[in-house]
């Protein structure tokens, strides 16, 4: 048994296969990564000028041949991260994973409803991976912070956002009470909608509240809105400062998928596999 089957399970080739699709710190990864990001930037760039009616009057014909190409292209590239990794079906959960599958899906779906392929535009998330390619570690370290320091707060989050929707069901109530369908208040849903508006600082202006209690409740709406911008940025920044993360190199364990680990381990630190 070679050792690569004992450390990871896999066979040599699939090892291999791994370190050229899912690594970027060698020389056969750093340009299947970067073809790959140019294929991307292509296939977006293509769906784009589709959506133009004078582009796609000329080369229509040519812009779908390139897109059902990188569909092709991005399809097999699916399939072999599926087959180089141990654990597919962790891989496909994960957000890399549902992005990859996300990014083909459109062009397929487009048989059956026309005109969705442009949702292929989705491909663009998979630019992510350029922190990756380019050695630019801090910023993956950044990015497991975060995403480390919003699942840490998502119960603070979570009773933070549901006071909100409870406030604004309550004050778009009371002005459809105050203003009435004389004034666009028509109903309780565009009270809501009017609160959410007036809350979130965002001001359409369709609504706008006509007399004088109207007035004083989109008042105190506004301040109270202000008030509410600062709250999630500093629960999620607390939770972030705490679990900050210390990742240093861009490798991904074949276990579980995770980018990021100290240049001198060698086992993950979620899954404990050998890396």
Partial sequence: MSEEQNNCGMRPWQRKLHDVIFEAETPAGRLFDVLLLIAILASVLAV???????VDERYHTQLRVAEWSFTIVFT????????CVQRPWRYARSFFGVVDLLAILPSFLSLLIPGSHE?????????LRVFR???LARYLGEAEALVEGLKASRAK??????????????MGALMHLVEGPENGFVD????IYWAIVTMTTVGFGDLTPMTGPGKFIASVMMVFG???IIVPTGIISAEIAVGKSRQNN???CPHCMKVGHDRKAEYCDRCVGAL
Wanted: zero cysteines; charged letters at 15%.
């Fill in 48 to 54: 784009v000028l589709e959506s133009v009616e004078s």
């Fill in 76 to 83: 097999i590239e699916y399939v072999l991260r599926l087959i």
């Fill in 119 to 127: 949702l292929a535009v989705i491909r663009g998330l998979r630019l």
């Fill in 133 to 135: 390619i380019f050695k």
């Fill in 157 to 170: 989050i979570t009773v933070f956002l549901t006071t909100v929707l409870i406030s604004v069901t309550i």
């Fill in 188 to 191: 309780i849903p565009h009270g």
């Fill in 226 to 228: 202000y008030s509410l």
């Fill in 250 to 252: 861009t490798e991904a």
